[in-house]
């Protein structure tokens, strides 16, 4: 089946710092999702982009499809966005979400 | 729009007790799924459904975990007898595909924390 691979697998950062969490894929795919399941367990969507670019805030998102790896930026880090953050693709030739390992992310006051 | 509604938020259970999950989803999505993420692990597909018909359980452990959708609304899942590797958190998801399978967005609950003893 499909490989999804995340990097770094663990962050720390301080408060106001930036960071770029990657996540390469095996095979082409039809969904790409980013997540951040915070510390209660909950999985919150960021993106879904299974190519382009897209921004939501702080947050900012970039696939390259033709080269399977998709980026996630974090800009101005706060305590809040410590958690665990999740890559998740649906290959084209399956049909079930696979997800990454995860980059465990901190951020220190 | 309200989330996807899942319940209970925890449980915890002797090893061969049975337990059951509830999970309703978005309103209008038409394709639901059930994963397992034990800790430390990204989610894992355990069942799809497409309205009320299976359109995928390959990684359903079938002797003792089952699960239903009856109207193509509300799911439930069951484990019996539970062992202890079934501690885990089990995720309800849901999109709004159609014709297209899994291919739209998936939006989740917020999981119920199963503790077998």
């Known amino acids: 089946g499909i490989q999804v691979e995340q990097s770094p697998p663990d962050l720390i950062l301080q408060e106001g710092a930036n960071s770029t969490l990657r996540c390469n894929f095996s095979d082409s795919v039809n969904n790409l999702q980013w997540f951040h399941q915070n510390p209660w367990g909950q999985l919150i969507n960021l993106f879904y982009i299974p190519s382009g670019t897209k921004q939501n805030g702080r947050l900012s998102a970039t696939t390259v499809a033709t080269e399977r790896y998709s980026l996630l930026y974090i800009s101005s880090s706060q305590t809040t966005d410590s958690g665990v953050y999740f890559c998740?693709?649906?290959?084209?030739?399956?049909?079930?979400?696979?997800f990454g390992g995860g980059t465990r992310v901190l951020v220190k006051p | 729009e309200a989330g996807v509604a899942q319940s209970p938020r925890y449980k915890i259970i002797e090893k061969r007790q049975s337990v059951a999950f509830w999970c309703n989803p978005i309103?209008?999505?038409?394709?639901l799924y059930w994963y397992q993420q034990i800790l430390g692990q990204g989610p894992k597909l355990l069942i799809q459904f497409q309205n009320n018909g299976v359109v995928d359980d390959s990684q359903l452990p079938k002797d003792r975990f089952s699960a239903e959708r009856l109207k193509g609304v509300d799911s439930t899942l069951k484990i019996q007898p539970a062992k202890l590797e079934d501690s885990a958190v089990y995720l309800c998801?849901?999109?709004?595909?159609?014709?297209?399978?899994?291919?739209?967005?998936?939006?989740f609950g917020p999981g119920t924390r199963l503790t077998v003893t």
């Open positions: 998740a693709v649906v290959p084209a030739a399956g049909n079930k979400l696979t």
């Open positions: 998801a849901s999109s709004s595909s159609r014709d297209r399978g899994p291919s739209y967005e998936q939006y």
């Open positions: 309103s209008g999505h038409a394709t």
